[in-house]
């Protein structure tokens, strides 16, 4: 189980760790957070020397009702981040956060490798062949509506067996374009409610039925610290936890916030 990402293959027999970087004021866990060049190539050195794989940039809030970006302004904010980090770091392997085609495009032309749409290309009817073209691995997320929407679409009547519709299909259009590296993203917390989540993370290993690398999202969310009456701020140790059920479940990228306590749920589930 291997994707290529600019002629390397990285192997995901083992899972990975994915770090965020948010580059928006308003990310519900660390939106402003990272404004200056100094903060932004710490922020990266720390992920990699922790041992994050990939860094997973983004630009456009997905919170539930996120503030509209403008694609200029995504471009703007994007952009000379990747050139930053690849003129100080050059081999880290950058996937971007964007349900653009065009972004997705101008981010691969720059020097990132990997595409992650939270739509699956349903927001942009020409992702998925802007993708194709690209020759890049393609991260599709299940959600339903878009960021301001999707919280009323939570009514589902089987809601395990409609995602792996979704998938089925999304698979299907991906593979008949010529996009050879797919990873599905269960979307934790997108078009879902937090009884939704853990029904998602119970059943979490149908989802191997697809035969594609899992992401898993569960980083400081919600459903981490809204059982626990915390914050994001304090839901590190409830998102180790489910990290490791997603593990043991066949999860093989982590996208975190938190890389080294990732790597280190990774090892140690390595052990058994």
């Known amino acids: 189980m291997t994707i290529n990402c600019k002629g390397n293959l990285i192997d995901l027999s083992a899972p990975k760790v994915m770090g965020i970087l ?12 990272f404004k200056s060049e100094s903060d932004i190539l710490n922020q990266v050195e720390k992920m990699l020397f922790e041992g994050a794989t990939f860094i997973d940039i983004g630009a456009y809030s997905s919170k539930p009702n996120a503030d509209f970006v403008s694609e200029n302004e995504e471009n703007n904010r994007i952009l000379p981040i990747i050139n930053l980090i690849l003129r100080h770091f050059p081999s880290t392997v950058i ?42 691995p393609f991260i599709m997320m299940h ?25 089925s299909e999304k698979i299907t259009k991906a593979r008949s374009i010529g996009i050879n590296d797919l990873i599905i993203d269960p979307g934790f917390g997108f078009a879902k409610t937090l009884d939704q989540n853990y029904e998602i993370l119970k059943n979490f290993e149908l989802f191997k039925m697809l035969e594609l690398p899992i992401l898993t999202g569960i980083s400081r969310k919600s459903m981490v610290y809204k059982p626990l009456g915390s914050t994001a701020q ?28 990732a790597v280190e749920c990774v090892k140690l589930m390595d052990k058994l």
């Not at 948010?22 to 957070?33: L, R």
């Open 22 to 33: 948010n580059i928006t004021p308003n990310s519900f866990y660390d939106g402003g957070k």
């Open 95 to 136: 996937s971007v956060d964007t349900f653009r085609s065009g972004i997705a495009k101008n981010s691969i032309e720059n020097g990132a490798c990997i595409v992650n749409d939270i739509s699956g290309g349903s927001l942009d009817e020409n992702m998925m062949q802007t993708v194709a073209d690209l020759r890049v």
């Open 143 to 167: 959600m339903r509506g878009t960021p301001q929407t999707m919280q009323k679409l939570t009514d589902y009547e089987n809601i395990i067996k409609e995602m792996l519709y979704y998938f």
């Open 234 to 261: 304090e839901a590190l140790n409830g998102t180790t936890v489910l990290n490791a059920i997603a593990i043991s479940k066949g999860a093989k990228i982590l996208r975190v916030h938190d890389v080294k306590e």
